[in-house]
């Protein structure tokens, strides 16, 4: 299993709106590196689902229920989306603040390359941000 975090403008898409949802489709990605991302996830990989812009935090878990395919809202057909299914909230929220301060979260993608809006989490990573969240890994 790997691990991913899933960057969202809570104005656009928030948590709340993927908790009602329940399951759906991550599109209109359209940078290279973050459909790569998209492209090396399998069904039953987690990711963390993070607000970006004021927030800048982890606020849930999520689940890869449907692995790469075309994106609807892509004319061009160069890129594509996944289907990702709510797992649960964190407890705590865990900030940009919080994984730049704590030595074990370095190396981390978010912490060196914040705008990247699908990332890759290492199972170390995981299990921290875990930890920091309040929640079983």
Not at 115 to 132: D, G, I, K, N, Y
Request: glycine content about 6%; aromatic content about 10%.
């Amino acid at each position: 299993m790997a691990y991913w975090l899933f960057k969202s403008e809570p104005g656009s898409w928030s948590w709340d709106d993927q908790v009602k949802k329940g399951t759906e489709h991550w599109d209109g990605v359209r940078n290279y590196q973050a459909n790569n991302n998209m492209k090396a996830m399998k069904v039953g990989d987690k990711g963390f689902f993070y607000h970006s812009v004021n927030e800048k935090q982890v606020v849930g878990i999520v689940e890869v229920e449907r692995a790469h395919y075309p994106d609807h809202t892509d004319d061009s057909g160069r890129f594509g989306m996944v289907d990702i299914k709510t797992v649960k909230p964190v407890e705590t929220p865990v900030t940009l603040a919080d994984v730049k301060s704590n030595p074990k979260l370095a190396d981390m993608v978010l912490a060196n390359n914040s705008r990247l809006s699908v990332q890759p989490v290492t199972a170390a990573e995981w299990r921290e941000v875990c930890r920091m969240a309040g929640v079983k890994p």
